[in-house]
Every structure is written in C-alpha cells, then in structure tokens.
C-alpha cells in the first residue's frame, strides 16, 4: 500500500536557522496538508495546499511558514527562523478523497 | 472554538475486553475520521463515517455518530495488546478541508 514518507525523522536546530521538511506523498494524491503537535498536545492544523497554491492556513502558519512542491512531487514546509516554541513533531498529510493519509513526522527541537 | 473532544482522557483495559471512547464536536461537520498513534510515532487511519450515516464497522471497530448530539463513538471489541495507543478523532467541515483534533484518548491494554 502506497505510504507518505517524511525527511528527516528528526532534526534539532538553533534558533534562528531556517528548517526544511521534506514530504513525499502518495502519488496520486491532490490534496496537502502540514499539521503539528507540541508533546503531549493535540494536532494542529497548519496549512492545505491545492493546485499550487495554498487553500487555507491557520493562525499558527505566519510569516515564518512557506509551502511549496518545488518539482511536483515532493512537498515541503519551510520555517524561515525557527523559534523556540516552534519544536514539534510536524505531520504532512495528503488526500484523494476525504480521507487524510499522514507521514511518520519529522521531530523538530529547536534550541 | 475546541472541536473534536475525547473522553475518556485515558482507559485502562485487560485484553478481551471492549473498550470505548467518546468524541463530541461542535459545529456542523462532513465527516468525522478516527486515527491511532503508538507512542511518538505517525497517525494511522482507521475509519471514516459521514455525517449522513449512523453507524460503521471495520473488523474490530465500530463507530457511531449521533449528528444531533454532535457525538461520536468507537469502539473496539476484544481488544489486543497491540491495540495500547493514543486515539483520536478529528472532524471535517467540508471541501476537502483541514482535520480539527481532539486531545486523544490514551488507551492501555494489559496481557
């Protein structure tokens, strides 16, 4: 069965350094999706992305955040200058239909 | 607004046992998807209902939405060890949108 994968698994960075999380999703695929979750707290929505372009994003997903599929298949989220409170497990999700498939996560400590 | 909230918080079973875990919302919804996650790892699928539908099976799992109580149910019947994980529910508005997470309920299974 087709999966999403995800690079890398973890990553720690210092604050201020710009982060890069790769995403490969499922082929087919039309849909994107980047959540979060802080340990111990639930999954947040970040940002969906469809037909190239961003079609929603939430209050989290500021400044800092870009999105882009930069050959058409892989998916990637940028944090331009991570803060602190920015580490995280980051899930990137993708859909045909309703239903979202998600990544293992890239575990990001920011220190 | 908070959407997508499970109880119980956490639940501790024997292995044969049924257990249950309750997720209620609050505004209207499309669907309302039900994911696992095993200690720090990826969220997993496991069922999807609509909001036009009361009832779905999947092997061991059962899920039921009340859309007049804004309420949903799963339950998985003669559990395993295997099943221990973090379960949660996250709801669809619609258009192939953002999921909004519940907190999760942590179930523990003991052989």
């Known amino acids: 069965e087709p999966e999403v994968t995800q690079t890398p698994s973890h990553q720690v960075t210092q604050m201020g350094q710009e982060v890069i999380l790769r995403c490969v999703p499922i082929?087919?695929?039309?849909?994107f999706y980047w959540y979060r979750q802080i340990l111990g707290q639930k999954v947040e929505f970040l940002v969906s992305?469809?037909?190239?372009?961003?079609?929603?994003k939430s209050e989290i997903f500021d400044d800092q955040f870009s999105v882009e599929r930069p050959d058409g298949s892989n998916f990637t989220l940028k944090i331009r200058s991570t803060k602190l409170e920015d580490s995280a497990m980051y899930f990137c999700?993708?859909?045909?239909?309703?239903?979202?498939?998600f990544g293992p996560g890239t575990r990001l400590l920011v220190l | 607004s908070q959407q997508g909230e499970e109880d119980p918080q956490a639940l501790s079973i024997q292995e044969g046992e049924n257990a249950t875990m309750n997720c209620s919302y609050k505004t209207s919804i499309n669907n309302l998807q039900w994911y696992r996650q095993n200690s720090g790892r990826g969220l997993v699928h496991l069922i999807l209902?609509?909001?036009?539908?009361r009832e779905k099976h999947s092997g061991r799992l059962r899920v039921t939405l009340d859309t007049s109580k804004k309420s949903s149910s799963l339950l998985i019947t003669a559990s395993r060890a295997a099943d221990t994980a973090s379960y949660f529910c996250?709801?669809?508005?619609?258009?192939?949108?953002?999921?909004?997470f519940g907190a999760g309920t942590r179930l523990a299974v003991h052989p």
């Open positions: 082929s087919n695929h039309l849909y």
């Open positions: 996250a709801t669809e508005a619609g258009g192939y949108n953002k999921l909004i």
């Open positions: 209902i609509r909001s036009n539908e």
């Open positions: 999700a993708n859909s045909l239909q309703e239903t979202q498939y």
């Open positions: 992305f469809y037909n190239n372009e961003i079609s929603e």
